[in-house]
């Protein structure tokens, strides 16, 4: 069924949004976390998402025109769909200044009842004050669902300015910036430190000093309740504003536990006194008091094993099964983490993986390098000329530097490659966009700062999305050989291993060591069938065999 997509509120003080680019045609396929539209608000140019399927039927409003907050820009729906009747009911844009529209905002985490103090503020809502400005968690990446506030840098009472960050937010790619774009007092903070605020949730409140916020909560809350009311009518009414829910979610303690910790164990005062003064670990005696509890006759009845857990001559440990605990940590799931395992296990099941292997020889490969590090201002990494070596072959199979749209396949005429990072929190994958174009140092000084950035998690959403093609080398981590997921929405990722020194049989018959590095390249055979997968790695090998063909 065709769904309308409007324009949503971007920002506290938006009134309309300019279409800067439309990044999806009529007739193209949208998926649900696609970015349809750039558009600027009073505040910064953002992204447009449908949170829908379907095909583009319609789009409302030209490139370099605006549209009032809840105007319809767009319709999603089934190809071929008739539309017609969703364009004629077009509820007329907000623009009261009493009552400006306000998203579901997350429960404050020391709040009860929220929804009881909603219901009664229904009956009389209370004007928000001109000064007073809602700052809302921004969609900081395309796939983002929600941020986890990781630190506030600004707390209730302090004064800011529209350029200060007030806090630190880790969405499902990196942790980012929130800047509130607001003067005034930090008035009200929507969640503590570790809880999470979902897309367009509000985040905090900044006005003037002594502004009572709680005043103008259940008038928030209100309205919160009213627009998820409004996202279970039907298509016709929906608004393109992501749905959120007042909710907390709950931060795990981690716990741990250790067998010689002797609080833990059941032992008097006295006992607990004697053991300590002579040394003895408590966790070496069994108890005979009541249940098990340790008193003094025990002490004094040990008879005092040198071996015991705090130290002996020999210097061994001795192992009491009986005291001896299992113990374990549990850690929440970070959004980068679930959003791989959706991602990747989407992919894995999703696109038909093929696997192709090759090996190559390095040594030509390895001498170029050092050659032209001696001449460098920019140190190349054995990881850059592959990046190189990839763009070229790809510009060559252009096959390979494809997507699955559902209903076409899209060949990229641009090459963008993104380049695998393994970080604390999971994987990330910086693109070095244009690689066909760009010369070794080029690669190599955009690689450097992307990685910084990704190990910092300073990344902007534009530097790890847009990727066309990917590379994951686990060869600096001593990895011989393995092969990778796909990336979506990449046809093709490349697994690079180790180089290793390894006996092979020349053209002559004679054994010599070789510098030789395996390949192998994962395809989605929706898009690359097994001779165009191999065709694009003999092309790869030719490169890298040869690598003055990539000086040319």
């Not at 990446?141 to 990781?150: E, Y």
């Not at 190189?388 to 559902?406: E, I, Q, R």
């Not at 209903?407 to 990072?421: E, F, L, M, W, Y």
């Not at 092309?539 to 003055?548: H, V």
């Amino acid at each position: 069924m065709a769904e309308v997509i409007r324009m949503p509120l971007l920002s506290d003080t938006m009134k309309e949004g300019k279409i800067v680019a439309w990044l999806k045609q009529v007739g193209d396929s949208v998926e649900s976390d696609d970015v349809l539209a750039e558009v600027q608000t009073d505040k910064a140019t953002m992204e447009v998402v449908p949170y829908v399927d379907g095909v583009l039927l319609h789009i409302g409003i030209p490139e370099g025109e605006a549209a009032a907050i809840n105007e319809i820009i767009a319709v999603v729906g089934e190809e071929g769909e008739d539309f017609a009747h969703l364009l004629e009911d077009k509820p007329a844009a907000d623009t009261s200044e009493e009552a400006p529209a306000v998203s579901t905002v997350d429960a404050p985490a020391a709040e009860n009842n929220n929804s009881a103090v909603a219901k009664t503020a229904v009956e009389e809502k209370v004007a928000l004050p001109s000064d007073l400005e809602v700052v809302r968690m921004p969609l900081l990446s395309d796939t983002m669902k929600a941020g986890k506030v990781v630190n506030w840098l600004k707390q209730v009472g302090d004064e800011v300015t529209s350029d200060d960050i007030l806090a630190e937010v880790e969405t499902d790619k990196a942790t980012m910036e929130v800047i509130g774009y607001a003067d005034g007092t930090l008035l009200y903070q929507g969640v503590e430190a570790g809880d999470s605020v979902e897309v367009n949730g509000v985040l905090a409140i900044v006005g003037d000093s002594g502004t009572d916020v709680q005043k103008y909560l259940p008038s928030i809350l209100a309205e919160s309740e009213d627009n998820a009311s409004e996202e279970k009518e039907p298509a016709t009414t929906k608004a393109a504003a992501p749905k959120t829910e007042v909710k907390k979610v709950e931060s795990k303690k981690v716990q741990t536990q250790t067998a010689t910790d002797d609080s833990r164990i059941k032992a008097s005062p006295l006992a607990k006194s004697i053991a300590k003064e002579k040394g003895i670990s408590l966790s070496f005696i069994t108890g005979t008091g009541d249940n098990g509890r340790v008193i003094k006759r025990d002490i004094d009845n040990y008879k005092g094993d040198l071996r015991q857990a705090q130290g002996s001559s020999t210097g061994i440990a001795a192992f009491d099964a009986n005291s001896a605990q299992e113990s374990y940590t549990d850690v929440p799931v970070s959004q980068m983490r679930e959003i791989i395992a959706q991602r990747l296990g989407e992919s894995k099941f999703n696109a038909p993986h093929f696997y192709l292997k090759i090996s190559v020889e390095m040594d030509d490969f390895l001498k170029i390098r050092k050659q032209i590090n001696s001449v460098s201002e920019v140190k190349i990494s054995v990881n850059d000329m592959m990046i190189k070596a990839v763009a070229l072959s790809l510009t060559k199979h252009p096959a390979v530097n494809s997507s699955w749209l559902g209903d076409k396949i899209r060949t990229n005429d641009h090459v963008h490659i993104g380049s695998a990072v393994a970080i604390e929190e999971g994987l990330i994958v910086p693109v070095i966009k244009f690689a066909h174009q760009k010369s070794l140092a080029q690669i190599a000084a955009d690689a450097n700062v992307l990685y910084e950035k990704a190990k910092t998690g300073k990344l902007q959403p534009q530097e790890f999305t847009g990727n066309t093609f990917t590379i994951s080398n686990l060869g600096m981590m001593g990895i011989e050989d393995f092969t990778a997921i796909i990336n979506p929405p990449d046809a093709c990722i490349l697994a690079v291993g180790k180089t290793t020194a390894t006996p092979v049989v020349d053209a002559n018959g004679a054994v010599v060591v070789k510098n030789i590095m395996k390949l192998s390249l994962s395809c989605d055979h929706r898009v690359v069938d097994g001779a165009v997968g191999a065709r694009f790695l003999q092309t790869l090998k030719d490169y890298i065999e040869q690598p003055a063909l990539m000086l040319l």
